[in-house]
């Protein structure tokens, strides 16, 4: 019987699902060719929903999204989803979209303890496989006076991150200690979880070229 030889499958195609500059420069450092796909999702909190829930909720629910809107356009993409909410004693802190609300968040985080929820997920739907991380960063913030609060937001704006702390920027200055098992979580996207979760869906950063088969 004459030998076929085993025609090499094409690479998955890695789509980031966010609109966010900072997930985007993060996901960069890795060195792997991706598109950016902006997920419609409505980001208000349930009732009663935990910090951390919403954090994961979104998460899948963007990679989903970006999942329904790519049907058709890739034979088989790898989308990732990723969503950052603040925990400041169980109240969700989104972004504060403008500066009024900022100043509101500056002000009840000032001396106070933080966690900061990042989610992570994966889907490949060529394979059913779809797997999340959840990522904590305990913050405490120093104490702020309005001064500060002003000097800060005027000269960072950090109105689309989560609890108006751009810790990559000028937000450094605002805390007085940061506890992470992962230093690129508080920006936005924990790159180490991130990094297995590719490997689970068969995408090695390190060896992108050796493409594994998962299942569901």
């Known amino acids: 019987m004459p030998h076929t030889a085993k025609l090499p499958q094409p690479a998955p195609t890695l789509v980031l699902g966010s609109s966010s500059p900072y997930r985007r420069e993060l996901l960069a450092r890795l060195g792997l060719p991706f598109e950016v796909h902006s997920p419609d999702v409505d980001e208000a909190p349930q009732a009663h929903e935990r910090p951390a829930r919403l954090a994961e909720r979104l998460a899948l629910s963007k990679a989903t999204a970006v999942v329904q809107n790519l049907q058709g356009l890739h034979q088989d993409p790898i989308v990732i989803g990723s969503d950052q909410v603040a925990d400041l004693n169980g109240q969700c802190l989104g972004k504060p979209g403008n500066h009024e609300r900022a100043v509101e968040q500056l002000r009840a985080m000032s ?57 990559e920027g000028l937000g450094i200055a605002l805390l007085s200690s940061v506890q992470s098992d992962d230093p690129t979580s508080l920006i936005g996207l924990p790159l180490i979880a991130l990094t297995q979760l590719l490997r689970e869906a068969g995408l090695d950063p390190l060896t992108p070229e050796r493409l594994t088969e998962t299942h569901p």
């Open 111 to 167: 001396g106070q303890t933080v966690l900061f929820h990042t989610a992570v997920t994966v889907s490949r739907p060529s394979t059913g496989h779809i797997g999340t991380h959840l990522s904590t960063v305990k913050v405490v913030f120093r104490t702020l006076d309005e001064s500060t609060i002003e000097t800060y937001l005027r000269r960072e704006q950090p109105y689309d991150c989560a609890g108006s702390s751009k810790v």
